[in-house]
């Protein structure tokens, strides 16, 4: 069973405008959650992270949101540059057990 | 230095051969793990390492056997995998246990015929 679901496998967005990716997760023993953002052949990057005490978090052009109660978070880029087309992992901790990912979002920046 | 370094970046084996895989970090970082990700799925953890101590075993097989020899190193040891063992294997470390920010090194892709 997916704790951690990311329910788009691709976003196409126009560059500039605002991509907004979605996570939802099921387990309510998750604190903290994190975006990484990957290029095909490389490691993940870390890109943003929110704990469960916060419903938002901001770092130059993205943003993070969390909604406890919906179980549910979202990851805002605004403006879409092309450098930002990559997969996108929502991952998930609920201590020091390692992350729990979901299956990725892959968002195309269109010129 | 904040990079998680692994070697080799590529390897191919047969199901008899015995290989390691390699990860280092000079972060001063006192968690480490090992991740497997297979082609369009997201990572999977197998082994968290916490103050040079396996943590966490996530019921990886026995022909995986993880290492770590000191505070920077960790090494992924495999003996007679299996063509379904195919996979890029990724490192990351934390600073510590508790601490949610892992960072990942680039992965090593691993073929097994």
């Known amino acids: 069973d997916q704790q951690v679901k990311q329910n788009s496998p691709s976003l196409s967005v126009q560059e500039g405008r605002i991509s907004i990716l979605n996570c939802d997760y099921t387990?309510?023993?998750?604190?903290?959650f994190l975006w990484y953002k990957k290029y095909p052949a490389e490691g993940p990057t870390f890109l943003i992270s929110i704990s469960s005490i916060k419903d938002k978090n901001e770092d130059g052009r993205f943003t993070v949101f969390l909604n406890k109660s919906a179980k549910h978070l979202s990851l805002h880029i605004v403006p879409s540059q092309p450098g930002d087309s990559a997969v996108y992992f929502c991952a998930a901790s609920g201590g020091a057990d390692g992350l729990t990912f979901g299956k990725g979002t892959h968002l195309i920046i269109q010129p | 230095d904040t990079e998680v370094t692994q070697t080799p970046k590529h390897l191919v084996m047969g199901m008899t051969n015995k290989k390691s895989l390699k990860c280092e970090q000079h972060m001063g970082h006192r968690a480490m793990y090992w991740y497997k990700q297979k082609a369009k799925k997201p990572p999977e953890l197998m082994f968290v390492?916490?103050?040079?101590?396996?943590?966490i075993n996530e019921s990886v097989p026995s022909r995986f056997s993880p290492e770590c020899p000191n505070s920077s190193l960790l090494n992924l040891h495999l003996h007679a995998l299996q063509p379904e063992d195919s996979a890029l294997y990724l490192c990351a470390s934390s600073q510590d246990p508790s601490y949610n920010e892992q960072f990942f090194g680039p992965g090593t892709r691993l073929t097994v015929l």
């Open positions: 387990n309510s023993m998750f604190d903290y």
């Open positions: 390492y916490s103050y040079e101590k396996l943590s």
